[in-house]
């Protein structure tokens, strides 16, 4: 009989022994998403060390080809980084470096073109010290609500928006297709102290990675546009073309991180998107700010409304300082002419909805295997003590 009660109650503390050792296992054991995490953290790490020792200087006459050596390894595509150590102060295409005014911050250095041949930005930020004043208070207010957000500058131009944002203390990634537009952006943020605040990436934006050429405006460097699908490449280079990326090539630059896009690339807007697909998904983006009147009238508008409210975005005027009174989509036409996409958060993608009902199912099992190992254990001393 004594010998039936220990034989019992060492089968008992196996048991419990088990229980605990499932309990523990569940709390304590790292989850996939953990690991993810984790690894997405030091990934963009990682990268800006490349970027810093990888990036691409500018030179008189560059060749694409050597460029595309120096395009950041072990990357799918080829993302050039430009080397903003660089003194390009004597590039000839910086007519003058003024001072800009920035929205409740001093004002700080920007070089720009003569304004013969950038009859918009150069020639106003010289006759007022500014340009879109107002949207670049409206995107400071934003991010000053937000202070987690990043500043990601699509189509930078000489910076205008880069240099606002920089200036303020938050960190900025500016692309643009351009050589010469970088070189100027450069010597702003040296002349400025604000080199280590930007990432500049020498890249265009499509909907599939490329050699684009640029069709230029002889009297608005800033209406510089892409031309796609080249069959003959061998007349590009990098004063008259480009490399483009996709969006979704910036995905390790970001990770998990939170971002404010301000996206201007004249008419390629639709084109980024559709390459961005991914990055919609992985990265979290807030706010996008746009040029709209390209697309009152077109397909492509149509086409930009979709992509975005499909991905639980609404559009708002940048007057609406409090984002209260969404732009209805029936009245495209009438919209302004800059409009900011903000991320709806009862309208989240589908995607997200999926992974929230995983997280909850995973979360449930869990409490499920803590209380079957809980009644375990409580068996188990109720045998322990009855006998």
């Given at each position: ?93 910086i007519y003058k470096c003024v001072e800009l005014r920035v929205p409740s911050q001093e004002n700080t250095p920007i070089c720009v073109y003569d304004p013969a041949i950038d009859k918009y930005v ?15 208070q409206t995107v400071l207010d934003i991010l000053t609500l937000h202070p987690n957000l990043e500043f990601l500058d699509l189509g930078c131009n000489v910076g205008v928006f880069t240099v606002s ?223």
């Amino acid at each position: 009989m004594v010998k039936n009660r220990h034989i019992k109650q060492l089968f008992t503390l196996i048991l419990v022994g088990f229980a605990v050792h499932v309990f523990f296992g569940v709390l304590y054991t790292p989850s996939n998403d953990r690991a993810v995490s984790a690894k997405l953290v030091d990934s963009t790490d990682i990268i800006f060390d490349v970027y810093n020792s990888n990036a691409i200087e500018s030179e008189t006459t560059p060749v694409t080809a050597k460029h595309r050596n120096g395009c950041l390894k072990e990357m799918k595509n080829c993302i050039r980084v430009f080397n903003t150590s660089v003194d390009y102060s004597s590039a000839k295409q910086i007519y003058k470096c003024v001072e800009l005014r920035v929205p409740s911050q001093e004002n700080t250095p920007i070089c720009v073109y003569d304004p013969a041949i950038d009859k918009y930005v150069s020639k106003y930020i010289l006759s007022t010290g500014s340009w879109e004043y107002v949207y670049v208070q409206t995107v400071l207010d934003i991010l000053t609500l937000h202070p987690n957000l990043e500043f990601l500058d699509l189509g930078c131009n000489v910076g205008v928006f880069t240099v606002s944002i920089a200036k303020t203390g938050r960190r900025v990634t500016a692309l643009d297709a351009n050589r010469k537009n970088l070189e100027m952006l450069t010597t702003s943020l040296k002349m400025g102290k604000l080199t280590k605040m930007v990432t500049v990436i020498w890249n265009a934006l499509s909907d599939k990675p490329e050699t684009v050429q640029f069709k230029e405006d002889k009297e608005n460097v800033g209406g510089l546009q892409m031309v796609s699908d080249i069959n003959d490449t061998s007349n590009v280079n990098d004063d008259n073309g480009s490399i483009a990326i996709v969006l979704d090539d910036l995905i390790p630059m970001f990770g998990n991180k939170s971002v404010f896009i301000k996206m201007d690339i004249e008419t390629y807007e639709l084109k980024a998107m559709l390459g961005g697909k991914n990055f919609f998904e992985e990265v979290d983006v807030k706010f996008l700010f746009m040029e709209w009147f390209h697309h009152r009238h077109t397909a492509i508008g149509l086409q930009i409304i979709q992509f975005m409210t499909e991905r639980g975005y609404s559009p708002y005027g940048p007057s609406d300082k409090f984002m209260a009174r969404p732009l209805q989509t029936n009245h495209r036409k009438n919209w302004p002419l800059d409009i900011i996409w903000m991320k709806d958060l009862n309208k989240q993608p589908s995607k997200r909805k999926t992974v929230g009902v995983i997280y909850a199912v995973v979360m449930m099992m869990c409490i499920a295997i803590f209380a079957i190992a809980f009644g375990f254990v409580l068996c188990a001393f109720v045998v322990i003590f009855t006998h």
